[in-house]
């Protein structure tokens, strides 16, 4: 067994069933990779459009692709065709562009909206005000395979988040209950109305509960006691970065 394999199946045991595991595979080689894939692992993490797209053409096409990172609206159009899923949607402009050229490729892409709950200043997303806003105005449909949905083309399926960089473990909970607690703004509205209309529709009903992207290498323990559904986990996988470009 490599030590990738060796760190993968400790990192197995702390994680339970339910809780999807994601390779964070940015920066390391296809080598690398193929060891994680080879001992099980599907579901794989990237951030930059240029690495992903040759690791895409490259590896197995089972492989999960979701990309984390920072996402340009200008590159949307070449990952669509082949990510399962985008976890950093941290704008309506961004989530416009990827319901445009799903649309164009007649494909639905699953995504996260990625909240910025953390003190830092530099992270990523939509501020709690922001994201509330955005759900207040999402119709029911808009959870649902539905052509009603203000964006057909794409699955809004739950919301992305990271703590404070810090060692101080309340702090992270701090973060992780704030970004479970706006997750729960996009549960499905049960309401009779809403029903009558997923019905009548013939559509796909909202997931019961969205899923909850947080947790990294250091913290994922404590993300998954706060009700993490996917925890992304590079370096304790793959050590530190293999190269970068």
């Not at 089972?62 to 990952?79: E, P, S, Y």
């Not at 990827?98 to 639905?108: F, M």
Request: proline share 5%; aromatic share 8%; charged share 25%.
């Amino acid at each position: 067994m490599t030590d990738i394999q060796q760190h993968i199946a400790s990192i197995r045991a702390t994680i339970p069933s339910g809780v999807t595991l994601i390779c964070v595979s940015k920066f390391h080689s296809h080598e690398a990779i193929m060891e994680a894939y080879d001992c099980g692992e599907r579901d794989f993490g990237e951030s930059r459009v240029q690495e992903f797209l040759p690791k895409y053409e490259a590896l197995p096409k089972d492989i999960r692709w979701h990309f984390i990172g920072h996402l340009q609206t200008n590159k949307v159009k070449q990952i669509v065709p082949f990510v399962h899923m985008i976890h950093s949607v941290d704008s309506v402009r961004l989530l416009e562009a990827i319901n445009r050229e799903a649309e164009k490729i007649q494909r639905r892409v699953k995504v996260l909206l990625e909240v910025h709950v953390a003190k830092e200043e530099t992270k990523s997303g939509f501020t709690p005000e922001e994201f509330l806003s955005l759900a207040s105005r999402l119709s029911p449909l808009a959870f649902s395979l539905s052509p009603y949905s203000p964006y057909p083309w794409v699955e809004i399926c739950g919301v992305m988040g990271m703590a404070t960089n810090t060692n101080d473990v309340e702090e992270w909970r701090r973060c992780f209950r704030e970004i479970k607690s706006l997750a729960s703004n996009l549960s499905p509205v049960t309401n009779s109305e809403a029903s009558i209309s997923l019905k009548e529709a013939s559509v796909s009903s909202p997931s019961e509960h969205p899923q909850i992207s947080m947790g990294m290498s250091d913290d994922y323990l404590v993300a998954i006691e706060e009700g993490s559904t996917m925890v992304r986990i590079g370096s304790t996988i793959f050590g530190s970065r293999a190269y970068k470009h």
